[in-house]
């Protein structure tokens, strides 16, 4: 078993405007202070990135953007460079989300050239991938997660699992209120651990934090961490509200 220290991540998407963004910063500082099982990180829109950097700064609250573009520079209207996101103060930034595959056109293939620029620049990207609900009827979860991974890392010599975390999202609990069990969860954690093991090597796989999101609250948290191959988690809905989003973050 590697070393795999939980991660608690808020994905705020677009919510909240600076001033919103500045005073949730503030009370989770404070709130997490006693949080000591597990990193907590913020994923603010773009807007605000630099005004929660300085106040999170003294803090071990870590950033995160939403997304980038895979140039380092350019005519390139409304993207935001992987540098760009490093000078703001990000150290992570979330890819692949299934909202920007639904209604931004992400594809498999922007993803690994995403993936790819985020690593060149030292940004840890957060690999999001999952089933649809008709994919999960039809038996295809395994062979769509199958597709994801392989796509979304080709080319990729990953040595250091530190360098990535894998996030299994399936869509049908994204924002539904439907989560997937604690055993649902725990059977695709370990089919994608298999995987990156096979891609990577066993050290690789036993250190790689793989997180679970999709409807993640205060009371199914404690189920969910409890499963082997789950090693944190990617909260929407739930990490807007300072209080509830640091209780997630001792789940007890
Ligand atoms: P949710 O979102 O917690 O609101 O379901 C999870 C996510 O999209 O990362």
Redesign the pocket.
């Known amino acids: 078993m590697g070393n795999r220290r939980p991660l608690i991540a808020g ?1 705020w ?1 677009m919510f909240k405007t600076s001033e919103e963004a500045a005073a949730t910063a503030k009370e989770i500082v404070r709130l997490v202070l006693d949080v000591k099982n597990a990193d907590v990180l913020i994923s603010p829109p773009f807007t605000s990135i630099s005004l929660v950097r300085e106040i999170i700064r003294e803090s071990s609250v870590l950033l995160a953007a939403q997304n980038l573009h895979w140039e380092k520079e350019g005519a390139f209207t409304g993207e935001i460079s992987p540098a760009m996101l490093v000078s703001a103060g990000c150290t992570h930034v979330i890819i692949g ?3 920007r595959r639904a209604y931004f056109g992400e594809t498999d293939e922007t993803v690994n050239k995403k993936i790819n620029a985020a690593i060149l620049n030292n940004l840890i990207p957060i690999f ?1 991938v999952g089933e649809s609900d008709e994919d999960r009827e039809l038996n295809k979860t395994f062979s769509v997660l199958d597709k994801q991974v392989e796509n979304g890392l080709k080319g990729l010599a990953l040595t250091d699992a530190a360098d990535i975390v894998l ?1 299994y ?1 399936p869509v049908w ?4 209120g439907k989560t997937a069990t604690g055993d649902q969860a725990q059977e695709v954690h370990a089919y994608l651990r298999g995987l990156l093991e096979k891609k990577y090597g066993t050290s690789f796989a036993d250190s790689l934090r793989i997180l679970y ?4 609250k205060l009371n199914n948290i404690a189920s969910l961490m409890e499963m082997p191959d789950i090693d944190g988690a ?6 807007l509200d300072p209080v509830t989003f640091s209780k997630i973050a001792s789940f007890k």
């Open positions: 994905n998407k989300h299934s909202e999001c996030a999202e609990a994204i924002g539904t999101g999709g409807s993640v990617l909260i929407g809905g739930a990490s």
